[in-house]
């Protein structure tokens, strides 16, 4: 708990400086909500995205979570895997929307590309 005044601080930085950008941070989820409700194997969890946090869920037949997280960050789009079979990605300050609509499309790729048995990723990064 001794690091919460520093959590706080950026918190209230963000609060009193970026507030009126997180209409931008909510659309650029919504580009991402969009590309995994039409990519193969993967499903919003909830399915609606109401901030700039994204969540959904790996079909385990598909494969881990982990491994999703691991194959997309081999094409540059970096997540966190918080469970075994849910992947979270969150749009920020630097996350332009260009970059989100890439990113929509390597998600379905990849997931594409996992539906067919293909694995690039020999190491999974801890998680959850």
């Known amino acids: 708990m001794r ?22 941070d ?37 494969c881990s979570a982990a491994q999703f997280q691991a194959e997309l960050k081999l094409q540059g789009v970096l997540c966190f895997a918080i469970s075994q079979t849910q992947v979270r990605l969150v749009t920020h300050l630097d996350v332009t929307e260009a970059q989100c609509q890439q990113a929509g499309k390597i998600i379905q790729a990849v997931a594409s590309e996992l539906a067919k048995g293909n694995i690039a990723a020999k190491e999974l990064e801890a998680a959850y």
């Not at 919460?4 to 997180?22: S, T």
């Not at 659309?27 to 995205?49: F, K, T, W, Y």
């Open 26 to 62: 909510h659309a650029n989820a919504q580009i991402l909500a969009n590309a995994i409700r039409h990519a193969e194997g993967i499903s919003l969890s909830p399915e609606d995205v109401d901030t700039n946090i994204v969540i959904f869920k790996v079909d385990p037949k598909l």
């Open 3 to 24: 690091q919460v005044g520093i959590i706080a601080a950026g918190a209230l930085f963000g609060l009193e400086h970026h507030r009126g950008r997180l209409v931008e």
